[in-house]
């Protein structure tokens, strides 16, 4: 492999597009990377040096000439305002639980509340008490709660908070009773791992810097250990290649730490990717505070254990699919862990997958999808037998055990027509009753009516791909509605039935909207997610095309009027869907999304990434990574779609750069005369809780498409 960079600077002109659309100018440099004897230019490559006065300068320029064009929009406000009204609707939302000592903690966002504040009870239904403020703490900022971790005996809480969308922490420790805080302070890192068992101690994952734009932010990162009280600087380097060079953790990998009160007997560890398959290790309690820790190995990405794992006392419950295409959930001991003779507890489905694990006292539960909707069924620890669960209506499900010594546990289900709504589930005796702590939202008439189809359509290679439609009642269909598309198709991760508000809200104005389930997700199973990574990942891009195919075909829309939106790994999806089918989008979303497949490892959050995606250094993938490239596949004087790249200026995973990249491209390149905008949001990363910032982002998103696709209320003002 060779690479070469020259590089030179030439400044261009305005682009030759109508003269409404007058980007700011983009120069160009002379540079190529050449990998196995193929060279690949990478003419807007000064982009990526994001924090010299010049890259800085021009996105500030693009940012400014698109909020210019926005602002012009109708329907954009209005949308915020309705988003805001519909917020007001709902009664107090409840999360994060966490449970100790006979206390419960979690966040609560009131109607109308930005973000959330945290709270705890003595008991689950004692007298609720405030405890921290993220919006007065620091005068004049608003912060967002990453993370709460109560101390085993209950009476201190680790908060991790973070600012404008950045994911790197700052940890404070509170002390419940008094409600101050202690001198600890955890800067710049990476998130809270956990609390010794003594409850003097706690360990947290360490990086470099909190610069997320410093490729060299996030390479070997360590999990340290705080002692409370102590200077930060004398932190035990708990867990890294350095402490441990012997297990040659790669640069790239985060090697984390955790401890399982239902196990109290280990301490446990592992490599940190975005591999499914773990990789751990664990070592008994008595070497918590050793030197070092003799180290033993629970399991290899041999093993194939995805999705879930669990601990109870020496056993050890996972999903694999190993011998499983469709997953099934096995067991050993930890005393001499053997996962190529584990014992099966519930065996592969043919017509569902297993989807997730979880306990209660007695119990295991197990979550798994028909590719659209959930079911539930529950082990019996004691007597070894499986039993289904019959839940209340159909729906994604979502299940939560804060306390493990009891049985009472909370089930929330949605689905795309259904907003969720939660249940107190007694697992001894199968009863639900109306949850104690998040009541269902009543939302106006329209978004009740709302209907969903569920078919298959024909992929360019046969294969049947799933097609989620949700759309008013009656709606005519002579290819006369607007449609909006979004699919993600990566790691995995299924796109589950849920009621998206958002969406919801162009649903009842007119639109189509349609969630194609792609290859890369795990609808199917694990040939479903297999057959959209790496070198099959352009099964991922096609199957969005055959879904667009087929709804233009069957009348819900046109090409005139089809957009297409993905997010951070789609924006693989959607950059390679408008480079390779031009023709049938009218416009396109990519956020904060991954449109340079072929740079992405050399992003701060890249070499993380770099199983699911791959490497320029392996001539097979680099070969992978060139096809789900969408910069690389711009093809100067070709009709583009209108799109909109959006980036997060603290976004530590898809840095602004590649939007950036991307948008640059198609503004020099597209004949079509639509606009290509570049929209950076300057107070998010790669989302935020913040909802006048979420609001504000998804609302210019969606007027940009449906102006662009016609629909008469998101015209520009005269």
Known sequence: MRTLIVIYFTLTAFFSAPAQYRYPVTKTVDSTDTYFGVTYYDPYRWLEHIKTPEAETWFKQQAGYTDSILNTLNGRDELVAEWKTLDKLRPALITTFSYENGRLFYRKTLPGENVGKIYYRQGVNGEEKLLFDPTAYIPGKTLSVQSITPSYNGKKLAIAY??????????????????????DSIPANAGFRGWAFDDKSFMYMWIRSADSKDPSSRLSPKTKLHTLNEDINTDVDYFSNGSYPGLNIDPGVYPFTFLDKDSKEYVFAGEGTVQNELKLFYAPIDQFNAAKISWKVLCTPADKLVRGILFKNDDVYAITYKNAKKYKVVATSLKNPDWNNATTIAAEQADKTIESIGYSRDYMFITSSDGINNYLSKYNFATKKTSAVKLPFTGTVGFTCFDTRSNNCLVGITSWNKPYTEFNYDASTDVFTPGSFNKPVVYPKAYQELVTEEVEVKGHDGVMVPLSIVHKKGIKMDG??????????????????????????????????????????????????????????????????????YLVQKGYTAPNRLAGTGTSAGGILISRSVTERPDLFAAAICNVGCANAMRLEFGANGPVNIPEFGTVRDSVECKALYEMDGMQHVVKGTKYPAVISVGGWNDPRVVAWQPGKFAATLQNASASGKPVLLKINYDNGHFTEDKNVTFANFANQFAFVLWQCGHPGFQPKK
């Open 162 to 183: 973070a600012e404008q969308g950045a994911e790197v922490s700052i940890i404070k420790v509170l002390d419940v009773d008094t409600k101050q805080f202690l001198k």
């Open 480 to 549: 006369s509605n607007v449609c909006f598309m979004d699919a993600y198709g990566a790691y995995g991760s299924s796109a589950t039935p849920y009621f998206n508000v958002r969406q919801n809200s162009l649903a009842v104005r007119g639109v189509i909207v349609a969630y194609p389930h792609v290859r890369g997700g795990s609808e199917k199973g694990e040939e479903w997610y297999k057959a959209g990574y790496k070198t099959t990942k352009p099964n991922t891009w096609k199957d969005f095309i055959s879904c667009a195919e």
